[in-house]
Protein backbone atom coordinates (compact mmCIF):
# COMPACT_ATOMS: atom_id res chain seq x y z
CA UNK A 1 0.00 0.00 0.00
CA UNK A 2 1.06 3.59 -0.73
CA UNK A 3 1.04 4.48 3.01
CA UNK A 4 3.20 1.74 3.71
CA UNK A 5 6.20 3.02 1.49
CA UNK A 6 8.60 5.69 0.87
CA UNK A 7 6.42 7.16 -1.97
CA UNK A 8 4.13 9.14 -0.54
CA UNK A 9 6.08 11.70 1.18
CA UNK A 10 9.15 10.91 -1.22
CA UNK A 11 7.58 11.36 -4.05
CA UNK A 12 4.06 11.62 -4.61
CA UNK A 13 3.81 14.58 -2.27
CA UNK A 14 6.61 16.95 -3.18
CA UNK A 15 5.86 16.22 -7.38
CA UNK A 16 2.29 17.11 -6.60
CA UNK A 17 3.12 20.05 -4.96
CA UNK A 18 5.71 21.12 -7.16
CA UNK A 19 3.72 21.17 -10.12
CA UNK A 20 0.74 22.77 -8.10
CA UNK A 21 2.75 25.58 -7.72
CA UNK A 22 4.96 25.80 -10.86
CA UNK A 23 1.31 26.37 -12.65
CA UNK A 24 0.41 29.08 -10.42
CA UNK A 25 0.16 31.63 -12.99
CA UNK A 26 -2.09 29.89 -14.48
CA UNK A 27 -4.64 28.83 -11.55
CA UNK A 28 -7.20 26.72 -13.79
CA UNK A 29 -4.48 24.56 -14.99
CA UNK A 30 -3.27 24.34 -11.36
CA UNK A 31 -6.46 22.76 -10.31
CA UNK A 32 -6.76 20.31 -13.13
CA UNK A 33 -3.16 19.07 -12.35
CA UNK A 34 -4.07 18.58 -8.41
CA UNK A 35 -6.85 16.84 -9.68
CA UNK A 36 -5.64 14.19 -11.88
CA UNK A 37 -2.72 13.78 -9.07
CA UNK A 38 -5.69 13.03 -6.66
CA UNK A 39 -7.14 10.97 -8.84
CA UNK A 40 -3.82 9.10 -10.50
CA UNK A 41 -2.82 9.22 -6.37
CA UNK A 42 -6.18 7.15 -6.10
CA UNK A 43 -5.46 4.43 -9.11
CA UNK A 44 -2.17 3.93 -7.77
CA UNK A 45 -3.80 2.03 -4.95
CA UNK A 46 -5.90 0.20 -7.19
CA UNK A 47 -6.33 0.78 -10.73
CA UNK A 48 -10.03 -1.09 -11.12
CA UNK A 49 -11.31 1.36 -8.64
CA UNK A 50 -10.77 4.68 -10.96
CA UNK A 51 -13.71 4.35 -13.28
CA UNK A 52 -16.18 3.73 -10.35
CA UNK A 53 -14.84 7.49 -8.67
CA UNK A 54 -14.83 9.01 -11.75
CA UNK A 55 -18.31 7.84 -12.59
CA UNK A 56 -19.66 8.62 -9.19
CA UNK A 57 -17.83 12.78 -9.76
CA UNK A 58 -19.50 13.02 -13.11
CA UNK A 59 -22.89 11.29 -12.07
CA UNK A 60 -23.15 13.94 -8.98
CA UNK A 61 -22.04 16.39 -10.53
CA UNK A 62 -24.04 16.57 -13.30
CA UNK A 63 -27.60 16.37 -11.03
CA UNK A 64 -26.10 19.09 -8.87
CA UNK A 65 -26.07 21.27 -11.53
CA UNK A 66 -29.40 19.90 -12.46
CA UNK A 67 -30.47 20.78 -9.00
CA UNK A 68 -29.44 24.17 -8.89
CA UNK A 69 -31.08 25.03 -11.82
CA UNK A 70 -34.24 22.93 -11.98
CA UNK A 71 -37.56 25.31 -11.04
CA UNK A 72 -39.69 21.93 -10.34
CA UNK A 73 -38.82 18.40 -9.48
CA UNK A 74 -36.14 18.72 -6.79
CA UNK A 75 -37.03 16.79 -5.04
CA UNK A 76 -37.15 14.06 -7.40
CA UNK A 77 -34.13 14.63 -8.74
CA UNK A 78 -33.13 14.29 -4.86
CA UNK A 79 -34.07 11.22 -4.30
CA UNK A 80 -32.45 9.94 -7.39
CA UNK A 81 -29.46 11.48 -6.38
CA UNK A 82 -29.40 10.21 -2.75
CA UNK A 83 -30.50 7.00 -3.91
CA UNK A 84 -28.09 6.05 -6.41
CA UNK A 85 -25.13 6.81 -4.34
CA UNK A 86 -26.30 4.55 -1.44
CA UNK A 87 -27.69 1.78 -3.96
CA UNK A 88 -23.63 2.01 -5.07
CA UNK A 89 -22.79 1.86 -1.39
CA UNK A 90 -24.73 -0.69 -0.66
CA UNK A 91 -23.84 -3.02 -3.38
CA UNK A 92 -20.03 -2.82 -2.74
CA UNK A 93 -20.60 -2.74 1.04
CA UNK A 94 -23.62 -4.94 2.10
CA UNK A 95 -23.82 -6.83 -0.48
CA UNK A 96 -22.20 -10.00 1.29
CA UNK A 97 -23.57 -9.10 4.30
CA UNK A 98 -27.44 -9.14 3.61
CA UNK A 99 -27.21 -12.37 1.95
CA UNK A 100 -24.91 -14.06 4.83
CA UNK A 101 -27.76 -12.34 7.20
CA UNK A 102 -30.69 -13.71 5.00
CA UNK A 103 -28.97 -17.39 5.18
CA UNK A 104 -28.44 -17.54 8.45
CA UNK A 105 -32.21 -16.58 9.16
CA UNK A 106 -34.02 -18.72 7.08
CA UNK A 107 -31.49 -21.28 6.18
CA UNK A 108 -31.62 -20.99 2.59
CA UNK A 109 -28.50 -21.62 0.06
CA UNK A 110 -27.88 -18.36 -0.78
CA UNK A 111 -24.65 -18.08 -2.67
CA UNK A 112 -21.41 -16.56 -0.94
CA UNK A 113 -19.76 -13.77 -2.75
CA UNK A 114 -16.86 -11.69 -2.26
CA UNK A 115 -17.35 -7.89 -3.46
CA UNK A 116 -13.71 -6.07 -3.05
CA UNK A 117 -14.41 -2.99 -1.37
CA UNK A 118 -13.76 0.31 -3.36
CA UNK A 119 -11.30 2.34 -1.69
CA UNK A 120 -12.44 5.56 0.32
CA UNK A 121 -16.19 5.08 -1.04
CA UNK A 122 -17.55 5.87 2.48
CA UNK A 123 -15.96 8.72 2.15
CA UNK A 124 -16.38 10.10 -1.26
CA UNK A 125 -20.11 9.01 -1.43
CA UNK A 126 -21.07 10.57 1.96
CA UNK A 127 -19.34 13.95 0.83
CA UNK A 128 -21.32 13.59 -2.59
CA UNK A 129 -24.29 13.40 -0.38
CA UNK A 130 -23.96 16.05 1.18
CA UNK A 131 -23.00 18.02 -1.92
CA UNK A 132 -26.39 17.37 -3.08
CA UNK A 133 -28.34 17.62 -0.06
CA UNK A 134 -26.93 21.20 -0.01
CA UNK A 135 -28.01 22.11 -4.07
CA UNK A 136 -31.33 21.21 -3.08
CA UNK A 137 -31.20 23.35 0.06
CA UNK A 138 -30.19 26.47 -2.36
CA UNK A 139 -26.58 26.11 -0.51
CA UNK A 140 -24.86 25.73 -3.39
CA UNK A 141 -23.70 26.86 -6.21
CA UNK A 142 -20.99 25.38 -8.28
CA UNK A 143 -20.08 25.84 -12.09
CA UNK A 144 -16.70 24.01 -12.44
CA UNK A 145 -16.46 20.70 -12.98
CA UNK A 146 -12.86 20.71 -12.63
CA UNK A 147 -13.34 22.49 -9.15
CA UNK A 148 -15.90 19.97 -7.90
CA UNK A 149 -13.62 16.93 -9.32
CA UNK A 150 -11.00 18.33 -6.85
CA UNK A 151 -13.58 18.69 -4.05
CA UNK A 152 -14.12 15.30 -4.15
CA UNK A 153 -10.90 13.58 -5.16
CA UNK A 154 -8.32 16.06 -3.17
CA UNK A 155 -5.57 13.26 -2.19
CA UNK A 156 -5.30 14.08 1.42
CA UNK A 157 -8.77 13.43 2.34
CA UNK A 158 -10.04 11.07 -0.40
CA UNK A 159 -9.43 7.59 1.57
CA UNK A 160 -10.30 8.01 4.95
CA UNK A 161 -11.78 11.58 5.62
CA UNK A 162 -12.44 14.23 7.30
CA UNK A 163 -15.79 13.98 5.50
CA UNK A 164 -15.75 17.80 3.85
CA UNK A 165 -18.75 20.81 2.95
CA UNK A 166 -18.71 22.04 -0.25
CA UNK A 167 -19.03 25.14 0.94
CA UNK A 168 -16.42 25.26 3.25
CA UNK A 169 -13.97 23.89 0.27
CA UNK A 170 -14.46 25.17 -2.62
CA UNK A 171 -13.69 28.83 -2.13
CA UNK A 172 -10.31 27.77 -1.24
CA UNK A 173 -9.60 25.72 -4.00
CA UNK A 174 -11.50 28.61 -6.74
CA UNK A 175 -8.95 31.15 -4.88
CA UNK A 176 -5.97 32.11 -6.94
CA UNK A 177 -3.72 33.11 -4.23
CA UNK A 178 -4.01 29.40 -2.81
CA UNK A 179 -1.92 28.32 -5.65
CA UNK A 180 1.47 30.16 -4.90
CA UNK A 181 3.63 28.69 -1.92
CA UNK A 182 2.98 30.29 1.61
CA UNK A 183 5.77 29.81 3.80
CA UNK A 184 3.62 29.71 7.30
CA UNK A 185 1.54 26.98 5.82
CA UNK A 186 4.52 24.93 4.49
CA UNK A 187 6.39 24.81 7.58
CA UNK A 188 2.82 24.29 9.47
CA UNK A 189 1.76 21.58 7.04
CA UNK A 190 4.71 19.45 7.37
CA UNK A 191 5.00 20.11 11.18
CA UNK A 192 1.02 18.37 10.72
CA UNK A 193 2.41 15.93 8.67
CA UNK A 194 5.85 14.86 11.50
CA UNK A 195 3.06 14.53 14.48
CA UNK A 196 0.64 12.04 12.29
CA UNK A 197 3.13 9.86 11.20
CA UNK A 198 4.61 9.80 14.65
CA UNK A 199 1.30 9.20 16.16
CA UNK A 200 0.68 6.21 13.33
CA UNK A 201 4.62 4.96 13.47
CA UNK A 202 5.51 5.19 17.01
CA UNK A 203 2.30 4.80 18.69
CA UNK A 204 -0.74 3.18 16.62
CA UNK A 205 1.68 0.38 15.65
CA UNK A 206 3.09 0.15 19.09
CA UNK A 207 0.00 -0.83 20.23
CA UNK A 208 -1.41 -3.11 17.48
CA UNK A 209 0.28 -6.24 18.28
CA UNK A 210 -1.05 -5.55 22.21
CA UNK A 211 -4.69 -5.63 20.90
CA UNK A 212 -4.17 -8.02 18.95
CA UNK A 213 -3.14 -10.33 20.68
CA UNK A 214 -6.02 -10.25 23.25
CA UNK A 215 -8.81 -10.14 20.38
CA UNK A 216 -7.07 -12.77 18.42
CA UNK A 217 -7.75 -15.03 21.71
CA UNK A 218 -10.67 -13.76 22.69
CA UNK A 219 -12.39 -16.83 24.42
CA UNK A 220 -9.04 -17.74 26.07
CA UNK A 221 -7.77 -14.36 27.41
CA UNK A 222 -7.49 -13.66 31.23
CA UNK A 223 -8.75 -10.50 32.94
CA UNK A 224 -6.07 -8.43 33.05
CA UNK A 225 -4.93 -9.37 29.30
CA UNK A 226 -8.60 -8.49 28.29
CA UNK A 227 -8.01 -5.03 29.94
CA UNK A 228 -4.75 -4.46 28.57
CA UNK A 229 -6.07 -5.30 25.07
CA UNK A 230 -8.84 -3.33 24.61
CA UNK A 231 -7.06 -0.13 26.21
CA UNK A 232 -4.57 -0.73 23.65
CA UNK A 233 -6.96 -0.97 20.62
CA UNK A 234 -8.87 2.33 22.28
CA UNK A 235 -5.53 4.02 22.03
CA UNK A 236 -4.36 2.22 18.70
CA UNK A 237 -7.92 3.44 17.00
CA UNK A 238 -7.41 6.88 18.14
CA UNK A 239 -3.52 7.37 17.07
CA UNK A 240 -4.56 5.48 13.90
CA UNK A 241 -7.13 7.52 12.62
CA UNK A 242 -6.19 11.21 14.06
CA UNK A 243 -2.70 10.51 12.78
CA UNK A 244 -4.06 9.80 9.12
CA UNK A 245 -6.17 12.88 9.86
CA UNK A 246 -3.16 14.81 11.03
CA UNK A 247 -1.46 13.87 7.75
CA UNK A 248 -4.00 14.75 5.62
CA UNK A 249 -4.49 17.75 7.28
CA UNK A 250 -0.89 18.90 7.38
CA UNK A 251 -0.84 18.00 3.44
CA UNK A 252 -3.79 20.14 2.52
CA UNK A 253 -1.97 22.99 4.89
CA UNK A 254 1.22 22.37 2.14
CA UNK A 255 -1.52 23.40 -0.70
CA UNK A 256 -2.73 26.21 1.61
CA UNK A 257 -6.05 24.74 1.91
CA UNK A 258 -7.60 23.76 5.35
CA UNK A 259 -9.45 21.00 5.69
CA UNK A 260 -11.83 20.80 8.98
CA UNK A 261 -10.51 19.31 12.61
CA UNK A 262 -12.09 15.67 12.97
CA UNK A 263 -10.39 15.18 16.79
CA UNK A 264 -10.13 17.18 19.51
CA UNK A 265 -8.94 15.25 22.19
CA UNK A 266 -11.87 13.04 22.30
CA UNK A 267 -10.75 10.82 25.70
CA UNK A 268 -11.55 13.36 27.47
CA UNK A 269 -15.17 14.12 27.37
CA UNK A 270 -17.11 14.26 30.24
CA UNK A 271 -19.89 12.51 28.86
CA UNK A 272 -20.77 10.72 25.80
CA UNK A 273 -22.40 13.91 23.54
CA UNK A 274 -19.02 15.33 24.35
CA UNK A 275 -17.28 12.75 23.22
CA UNK A 276 -19.65 12.47 19.82
CA UNK A 277 -18.19 16.62 19.51
CA UNK A 278 -14.55 15.37 19.30
CA UNK A 279 -14.81 11.90 18.53
CA UNK A 280 -14.45 12.36 13.99
CA UNK A 281 -16.10 15.35 14.38
CA UNK A 282 -16.86 15.32 10.56
CA UNK A 283 -18.67 12.01 10.51
CA UNK A 284 -20.76 13.24 13.62
CA UNK A 285 -21.89 16.80 11.55
CA UNK A 286 -22.67 14.61 8.71
CA UNK A 287 -25.01 12.35 10.92
CA UNK A 288 -26.53 15.38 12.78
CA UNK A 289 -27.14 17.42 9.93
CA UNK A 290 -27.95 15.19 7.22
CA UNK A 291 -29.99 12.61 9.21
CA UNK A 292 -30.58 13.41 12.94
CA UNK A 293 -32.05 16.66 12.01
CA UNK A 294 -34.06 15.54 8.53
CA UNK A 295 -35.91 12.81 10.87
CA UNK A 296 -37.17 14.98 13.34
CA UNK A 297 -34.33 15.81 15.77
CA UNK A 298 -35.06 16.35 19.13
CA UNK A 299 -38.21 18.62 17.90
CA UNK A 300 -41.00 16.14 18.46
CA UNK A 301 -40.95 14.73 21.37
CA UNK A 302 -38.94 12.56 24.08
CA UNK A 303 -39.93 9.39 22.30
CA UNK A 304 -39.10 10.25 18.93
CA UNK A 305 -36.02 12.05 19.54
CA UNK A 306 -34.86 8.35 21.42
CA UNK A 307 -36.04 7.11 17.79
CA UNK A 308 -34.32 9.02 16.11
CA UNK A 309 -30.79 8.96 18.19
CA UNK A 310 -31.32 4.95 17.78
CA UNK A 311 -31.29 5.19 13.76
CA UNK A 312 -28.81 7.40 13.16
CA UNK A 313 -26.52 5.51 15.30
CA UNK A 314 -27.11 2.20 14.25
CA UNK A 315 -27.08 3.44 10.47
CA UNK A 316 -23.67 5.30 11.74
CA UNK A 317 -22.64 1.97 12.76
CA UNK A 318 -23.67 0.02 9.54
CA UNK A 319 -21.80 3.21 7.60
CA UNK A 320 -18.19 1.82 9.27
CA UNK A 321 -18.71 -2.07 8.11
CA UNK A 322 -21.46 -4.48 6.79
CA UNK A 323 -21.23 -6.83 10.56
CA UNK A 324 -23.91 -7.35 13.35
CA UNK A 325 -20.60 -6.21 15.52
CA UNK A 326 -21.07 -2.38 14.33
CA UNK A 327 -24.62 -2.41 13.79
CA UNK A 328 -24.29 -3.53 17.96
CA UNK A 329 -21.74 -0.59 18.42
CA UNK A 330 -23.79 2.08 16.81
CA UNK A 331 -26.97 1.04 19.20
CA UNK A 332 -24.93 0.64 22.27
CA UNK A 333 -24.40 4.83 21.53
CA UNK A 334 -27.26 5.05 20.49
CA UNK A 335 -28.73 3.88 23.72
CA UNK A 336 -26.43 5.31 25.59
CA UNK A 337 -26.95 9.32 24.04
CA UNK A 338 -31.11 8.35 24.91
CA UNK A 339 -29.84 7.26 28.49
CA UNK A 340 -27.70 10.46 29.17
CA UNK A 341 -30.80 12.94 27.45
CA UNK A 342 -32.83 11.38 30.37
CA UNK A 343 -30.61 11.64 33.13
CA UNK A 344 -29.89 15.37 32.45
CA UNK A 345 -34.05 15.68 32.52
CA UNK A 346 -33.45 14.79 36.25
CA UNK A 347 -31.33 17.56 37.03
CA UNK A 348 -28.42 15.31 38.54
CA UNK A 349 -24.98 16.30 37.62
CA UNK A 350 -22.06 13.73 38.32
CA UNK A 351 -18.75 15.21 39.62
CA UNK A 352 -15.84 15.78 36.18
CA UNK A 353 -14.10 12.90 37.30
CA UNK A 354 -16.79 10.48 37.61
CA UNK A 355 -18.28 11.89 34.10
CA UNK A 356 -15.24 11.03 32.56
CA UNK A 357 -14.51 7.54 34.36
CA UNK A 358 -17.75 6.48 33.00
CA UNK A 359 -17.96 7.76 29.56
CA UNK A 360 -14.36 6.42 28.68
CA UNK A 361 -15.55 3.23 30.20
CA UNK A 362 -18.64 3.33 27.95
CA UNK A 363 -16.77 3.87 25.01
CA UNK A 364 -13.76 1.08 25.56
CA UNK A 365 -16.54 -1.07 25.84
CA UNK A 366 -18.25 -0.06 22.99
CA UNK A 367 -15.17 -0.45 20.97
CA UNK A 368 -14.64 -4.52 22.08
CA UNK A 369 -17.67 -4.30 19.67
CA UNK A 370 -16.14 -2.39 16.87
CA UNK A 371 -12.98 -4.47 17.21
CA UNK A 372 -14.18 -7.85 17.43
CA UNK A 373 -14.62 -10.57 14.75
CA UNK A 374 -18.12 -11.46 16.27
CA UNK A 375 -20.43 -10.74 18.50
CA UNK A 376 -19.60 -14.22 20.50
CA UNK A 377 -16.16 -13.05 20.56
CA UNK A 378 -17.47 -9.42 21.93
CA UNK A 379 -19.44 -10.88 24.53
CA UNK A 380 -16.34 -13.40 25.67
CA UNK A 381 -13.75 -10.25 26.07
CA UNK A 382 -16.74 -8.47 28.04
CA UNK A 383 -16.71 -11.96 30.64
CA UNK A 384 -13.02 -11.93 31.02
CA UNK A 385 -13.25 -8.07 31.38
CA UNK A 386 -15.94 -8.65 33.98
CA UNK A 387 -13.92 -10.82 35.81
CA UNK A 388 -15.04 -14.24 34.30
CA UNK A 389 -12.03 -15.52 32.85
CA UNK A 390 -12.22 -19.08 30.88
CA UNK A 391 -10.45 -22.09 33.26
CA UNK A 392 -7.44 -22.05 31.05
CA UNK A 393 -7.08 -18.66 30.10
CA UNK A 394 -3.97 -17.29 28.39
CA UNK A 395 -1.83 -14.43 29.69
CA UNK A 396 0.62 -13.83 27.22
CA UNK A 397 -0.45 -10.09 26.04
CA UNK A 398 0.06 -8.61 29.51
CA UNK A 399 3.75 -8.52 29.52
CA UNK A 400 5.41 -5.42 31.84
CA UNK A 401 6.49 -4.05 28.37
CA UNK A 402 2.81 -4.09 27.00
CA UNK A 403 1.67 -2.32 29.89
CA UNK A 404 4.45 0.52 29.75
CA UNK A 405 3.58 1.22 25.87
CA UNK A 406 -0.38 1.70 26.86
CA UNK A 407 0.66 3.67 29.74
CA UNK A 408 3.07 6.20 28.09
CA UNK A 409 0.28 6.17 25.05
CA UNK A 410 -2.57 6.87 27.63
CA UNK A 411 -0.28 9.88 28.96
CA UNK A 412 0.17 11.42 25.33
CA UNK A 413 -3.72 11.01 24.11
CA UNK A 414 -4.78 12.86 27.80
CA UNK A 415 -2.19 15.25 27.53
CA UNK A 416 -3.85 18.74 27.02
CA UNK A 417 -2.25 19.91 24.61
CA UNK A 418 -3.10 18.07 21.18
CA UNK A 419 -1.72 18.48 17.91
CA UNK A 420 -4.85 21.09 16.71
CA UNK A 421 -3.23 23.65 19.56
CA UNK A 422 0.24 22.74 18.87
CA UNK A 423 -0.10 23.59 15.28
CA UNK A 424 -2.05 26.69 16.23
CA UNK A 425 0.84 27.62 18.32
CA UNK A 426 3.76 26.84 15.83
CA UNK A 427 6.25 29.09 14.83
CA UNK A 428 9.47 28.09 12.63
CA UNK A 429 12.50 28.12 14.66
CA UNK A 430 15.49 25.99 14.57
CA UNK A 431 14.64 23.79 17.54
CA UNK A 432 11.20 22.92 16.19
CA UNK A 433 12.85 22.47 12.52
CA UNK A 434 15.44 19.92 14.16
CA UNK A 435 12.48 18.10 15.92
CA UNK A 436 10.39 17.91 13.31
CA UNK A 437 13.33 16.43 11.13
CA UNK A 438 14.18 13.95 13.99
CA UNK A 439 10.64 12.81 13.83
CA UNK A 440 10.07 12.56 10.12
CA UNK A 441 13.91 10.41 10.10
CA UNK A 442 12.65 8.36 12.69
CA UNK A 443 9.50 7.29 11.13
CA UNK A 444 11.06 7.23 7.82
CA UNK A 445 13.16 4.28 9.04
CA UNK A 446 10.19 2.76 10.44
CA UNK A 447 8.17 2.88 7.52
CA UNK A 448 8.70 -0.76 6.50
CA UNK A 449 6.98 -2.36 9.35
CA UNK A 450 4.23 -0.08 9.32
CA UNK A 451 0.45 -1.71 8.96
CA UNK A 452 -2.54 0.12 7.21
CA UNK A 453 -4.42 2.39 8.55
CA UNK A 454 -7.27 1.37 10.16
CA UNK A 455 -10.20 3.86 8.84
CA UNK A 456 -8.80 2.49 5.27
CA UNK A 457 -11.16 -0.49 5.77
CA UNK A 458 -14.34 1.45 6.26
Given at each position: M???SY???C??L????A?Y???A ?12 A ?7 W ?7 I ?11 R ?14 VGVG????A???F??T???L ?8 A?L???D?V?P ?5 FTF???A???D?R ?16 SF?PH??A ?6 A ?9 T ?6 G????G ?13 V ?7 A??G?A????VT ?6 A ?8 Y?D????T ?9 FN?R ?15 D ?6 I ?6 R?Y ?11 V ?10 F ?9 A ?5 W ?12 A ?8 P????W ?5 FV?V ?7 AS ?5 A???A?A????A?P????A ?17 P????A??D???P ?12 VV ?7 V ?8
Open positions: LFNEYLFFPLALGFALRRPALATLWLTASLAFYAWRPADLPLVASILGNFTLGALQTARAGRGALLAANLALAFKYGFIASVAAATGAPAVILLGISFTQIYLVCRGRVREASLANYALFVFLLGPILHHEMMPQFASPNKRPHANLAAVYLLAIGLAKKVLADSLAPIDAFHAGATAGAWLVVAYTLQLFFSGYDMALGAARLIMPINFASPYRATDLSFWRRWHTLSRFLELYIPLGGNRRGARTAANLLVTVLGGLWHGAWTFVAGALHGAGLVTLRWRRTGLRLSFAGALTLLMGWVFFRALADAALLRMGAAPASGAVGPAEIAIVAVAALIALWRNSNMVGFTRPRNAFAVAASLCLLHLGRTPFLYFNF
